[in-house]
């Protein structure tokens, strides 16, 4: 298979046209019209450990959720783990593609994902595209209503995280959650005018926390735990055009943020 259908593929699921106005999706290094896929690697985040690993695996594309290139590059000389990237990448005739904001923001998504972990239904967008099939951040139901504290057990052992930071709530029950992957506090408006009992996110921020102890539970559970099923989301989406592809998920943590 060609490194370009599987472009093809991720851009028929994620168009690069619902990628939000700063990001910067879609292919990152490669020359791929004619070359043949030998195997992807899925990441979150391109390290040079990253490139290590799929050159190691015999793989020359790896397909990541964070763009490596955000801003220019005005010059390539090593200096950082970026330009370092880069050079590693080039050299080894590695292609980086990154779907992003677009995988947020397309249905069935990076926001899916985590609303299917949390079995939510009757899911909707928190804030629709204009004119798009596609939005930011879904709300949904819960099976069940259940306390604040159960469902707080609950978002931990979906994630697998030790703990979150969320605000006092004076609500009992929840039932009505909205979710977003990454760094999500810009929808919290949205959720309230949506009725959510709990709003969940990526980050949020210390002054976010305020003044919404009478509308909604707000967890913080960590950028990179939020949206560590994203990998899960590729294979899916590649397993269904190039079944025989080799596909691995990076063995490496890749999140910069450490627990204690």
């Known amino acids: 298979m060609k490194i370009r259908q599987i472009i093809d593929a991720l851009e028929d699921f994620a168009p690069l046209a619902l990628q939000d106005g700063y990001d910067n999706a879609g292919l990152q290094i490669g020359l791929p019209q004619d070359v043949d896929a030998t195997g992807v690697l ?8 990253v490139v290590d690993e799929a050159i190691n695996r015999g793989c020359n594309m790896v397909v990541s959720h964070h763009p490596l290139l955000f801003h220019p590059l005005k010059s390539i000389a090593g200096r950082d783990y970026v330009e370092r990237v880069v050079i590693k990448a080039i050299k080894h005739d590695i292609t980086l593609y990154a779907a992003h904001t677009n995988l947020d923001n397309a ?40 306390t604040s504290q159960a469902f707080i057990r609950l978002v931990k052992e979906t994630f697998k995280v030790e703990s979150v930071r969320y605000n006092e709530w004076t609500g009992r029950q929840v039932r009505r959650v909205a979710v977003c992957g990454g ?6 408006p949205k959720a309230i005018e949506k009725g959510a ?26 950028h990179y735990e939020s949206e560590q099923y994203t990998l899960e989301l590729f294979r ?14 990076t063995q490496l943590k890749t999140n910069p943020i450490k627990y204690c």
């Not at 899925?42 to 450990?49: F, H, R, S, W």
């Not at 760094?183 to 919290?188: I, R, S």
């Not at 269904?240 to 998920?249: E, F, H, Q, R, T």
């Open 42 to 49: 899925l990441c979150l985040d391109v390290t040079e450990a």
């Open 107 to 146: 249905p069935g998504g990076v926001n899916d994902k985590m609303a299917e972990k949390l079995q939510l239904g009757l899911l909707e967008w928190l804030e629709p595209k204009v004119g798009q099939d596609g939005g930011s951040g879904l709300i949904g139901e819960l099976p069940t209503e259940m």
């Open 236 to 249: 899916e989406i590649l397993n269904k055009v190039a079944p025989a592809l080799p596909v691995y998920d």
């Open 183 to 188: 760094a999500g506090a810009f929808l919290v």
């Open 197 to 222: 009992d709990a709003f969940i996110t990526g980050e949020i921020g210390y002054h976010r926390f305020f003044g919404h102890e009478d509308e909604l539970l707000m967890m913080e559970i960590g």
